[in-house]
């Protein structure tokens, strides 16, 4: 397997006026291509926090973040822009669609800014990745006209846009009801077969079924935990 992001004792604290709340205390972790990650914690652990480094829209108070063996941390705003660009696609829990956009235009957007992807592969790119998220036949509908388990594979086939190594999903099925839940699970799960790294934060257990991987973020740290499934 290859080591996609290494955390080396990263810690974030923030300074209140009632004095600094430590959120991640020396974080250890190493995450791997190909393998599904869930992340679990009770409300306040730090989850967010965590999900924001990972993703190179926050910078730990110290500790390093390796990013295919690169240091991260003298990185500048462009240039975290374009990591995240290259390698990195967002889920979110409330999907994050442009209502005035069709599906198909939703997930053409990270496209736009690509400039390895030419226009005139666009449209060939978008409807390969409905496809792979079956949603050919909904390419033309608003996200207004999908449910809630359609709209969040369009977020699935935007985040893929730029083919990144990485996935972050951020509570990708709490707004879904169990089948939705189960379907969106199991196209992420078959995402990480195709060496792509998922990294999963959610309150559902129906993850577990799914995860290669379940880590705990406890008191700060992270620890691994024995997946019974």
């Known amino acids: 397997m290859t080591n996609v992001i290494t955390l080396k004792n990263i810690k974030k604290d923030y300074k209140t006026i009632k004095g600094k709340i430590e959120v991640l205390r020396g974080v250890d972790y190493t995450f791997e291509k190909g393998k599904f990650y869930a992340i679990k914690g009770h409300s306040g652990s730090g989850k967010t926090t965590l999900i924001r480094i990972l993703g190179l829209l926050d910078n730990p108070t110290s500790g390093e973040y390796l990013l295919y063996n690169k240091e991260t941390k003298n990185l500048n705003d462009y240039e975290a822009s374009d990591c995240r660009l290259k390698h990195i696609g967002f889920i979110f829990q409330e999907y994050n669609l442009n209502p005035y956009l069709k599906a198909d235009e939703n997930v053409m957007v990270p496209m736009l800014i690509n400039k390895e992807i030419d226009k005139k592969d666009r449209k060939e790119l978008c409807s390969k990745l409905l496809k792979l998220v079956d949603l050919s036949d909904r390419a033309n509908h608003f996200p207004r006209e ?22 972050i999903a951020d509570e990708p099925t709490g707004n879904l009801d169990k089948e939705n839940e189960k379907v969106i699970f199991k196209l992420l799960k078959e995402l990480s077969k195709k060496d792509k790294c998922v990294i999963v934060v959610s309150h ?4 577990l079924a799914y995860a290669d991987k379940i880590i705990n973020l406890e008191y700060g740290e992270l620890v691994e935990v024995k997946n019974d499934k």
């Open 146 to 167: 999908l449910s809630g388990g359609e709209q969040q594979r369009v977020a699935i086939a935007r985040a893929l846009a730029n083919d990144p190594d990485i996935i």
């Open 204 to 207: 559902s257990d129906e993850v």
